[in-house]
């Protein structure tokens, strides 16, 4: 399916900003981004707003990275597939962000995944609805440019490791602890990395994103 790249950008994305008081506004309904609402999600987009507020001060571009995306001559739009309830979203976006806020030449947008189930699909990780997603297009949304997404590598592997073991596990009360001891197991090493991978995963594709 092809899509006009331009009105999605236009119609259905918005910036970072408004995506952060938007999560704000959401904790505060004790709500959350897509069709689904219930506690367990709301509880996550709560986590992830108070994770991402630190996030957004704290985080810290390597010197060279900086000096590199600091190059970009060729403009750039960067869309990324999110929700508000992401625990890899949380962590990703504030980097993101801010690279893209390191030059002009790159404009950065969100859109929702479950809102755009069609663009979603037609970027699949591994045949999974992973996100978040980025997608670059180039300066009049007529070629993509590349992809990246949905984690970096390291994190990406254990996600995979974990899901064969999911699949054996039967019983459904000791999956579901699995899972949420899982999560916090990823949530440390996103922690411990502190941005890092993504960075220089990022430097890697924009060289590419340049040709």
Not at 18 to 24: D, T
Not at 82 to 99: F, R, S
Not at 181 to 207: C, H, P, R, S, T
Request: charged share 25%; with cysteine; net charge neutral.
């Amino acid at each position: 399916m092809e899509f006009k790249y331009d009105q999605l950008w236009k119609d259905n994305a918005i910036d970072y900003s408004a995506y952060r008081e938007l999560m704000a506004t959401q904790v505060a309904e004790g709500s959350t981004s897509g069709p689904i609402q219930n506690e367990g999600l709301s509880n996550y987009t709560k986590i992830n707003h108070s994770r991402m507020k630190r996030l957004d001060k704290k985080i810290e571009l390597l010197p060279s990275v900086i000096e590199r995306v600091k190059m970009v001559r060729q403009p750039q739009n960067w869309l990324v597939i999110t929700e508000t309830w992401c625990g890899d979203a949380a962590q990703i976006l504030p980097v993101i962000a801010k690279l893209a806020a390191l030059n002009e030449y790159i404009s950065l947008k969100l859109i929702w995944r479950d809102e755009n189930l069609a663009l979603m699909d037609a970027h699949l990780t591994n045949g999974s609805r992973a996100i978040p997603k980025l997608i670059c297009l180039n300066e009049d949304f007529t070629a993509i440019l590349g992809e990246w997404g949905a984690r970096p590598r390291d994190a990406q592997e254990m996600v995979m490791s974990n899901k064969a073991v999911m699949t054996k596990i039967k019983d459904k009360e000791k999956k579901a602890n699995h899972y949420n001891d899982f999560q916090i197991e990823l949530q440390k090493w996103y922690n411990e990395n502190k941005g890092e991978a993504v960075q220089l995963e990022m430097l890697v594709e924009i060289e590419k994103w340049q040709m």
